[in-house]
């Protein structure tokens, strides 16, 4: 089934704590991003890859870091997270640019 | 990069009826256009492309206005189903940056 995935579904941490989302798409994907989504705002664009080692900003970078060693995988990183982190959070992945988007299932994350 | 815009609603209709949401963009140079569904707490999913044409899936039909610059999704014959938030993306040629409006809430009750 192609599909993209996420974990955890649901994180709580505290300020300062290093995290890592994950993200894995089996559609052979050439382009990923990540999102957050916050009441009133949408959805947000954090990151995005078009391809394995390149990576570029989003709308609201600060505070993220990603990586893309390999095609399939695409995870955000928090090196010392902070409460306006809290938020909803996806991944997406796409055949190319402008071209439909599948998104993973979300990561709640809570920080406090 | 400019906004995409929508009226958040809620719209509130019986089932059966006919709905239309609009969605105006600012920038010229908006390539290419999306209507997603999102149900609550779940993932954005693509409801249907916007072609220049206009287009047609069953009982939605979505039109892209380029000189006014705004798409449009029409629902007709409500679902009790159809009941999520509509967001309205936007890609700009050259940035792989979509533009994701805050959504239109839909409603259907018996």
């Not at chain 1, 089934?1 to 996420?6: D, F, G, K, R």
């Not at chain 2, 290419?32 to 047609?56: A, I």
């Not at chain 2, 409500?78 to 999520?84: E, G, R, V």
């Amino acid at each position: 089934e192609a599909q993209v995935t996420q974990n955890p579904r649901y994180l709580i941490t505290v300020t300062g704590k290093k995290l890592t989302v994950t993200c894995s798409q089996n559609m052979n994907h050439e382009y990923m991003s990540w999102y957050r989504q916050d009441p009133g705002l949408g959805l947000r664009q954090i990151y995005y890859s078009m391809n394995v080692e390149v990576t570029d900003k989003g709308d609201v970078p600060e505070g993220y870091k990603v990586s893309r060693k390999e095609k399939r995988n695409f995870p955000l990183i928090l090196e010392s997270p902070s409460p306006n982190q809290t938020s909803l959070y996806f991944c997406a992945s796409s055949l190319a640019e402008s071209y439909e988007q599948y998104f993973g299932p979300g990561t709640r994350l809570t920080v406090t | 990069r400019k906004e995409v815009e929508q009226d958040p609603g809620p719209f509130n209709v019986p089932e059966g009826a006919t709905v239309a949401f609009n969605c105006t963009y600012s920038n010229s140079a908006s390539q290419s256009f999306f209507w997603y569904r999102q149900d609550c707490r779940k993932e954005p999913k693509l409801l249907m492309s916007v072609y220049s044409s206009g287009n047609e899936d069953g009982r939605f039909t979505a039109q892209l206005n380029r000189a006014s610059q705004y798409i449009s999704l029409l629902i007709r014959d409500s679902k009790l189903s159809d009941s999520a938030t509509y967001l309205c993306v936007v890609n700009t040629g050259g940035s792989y940056i979509p533009t994701f409006g805050r959504g239109t809430s839909l409603i259907v009750h018996p």
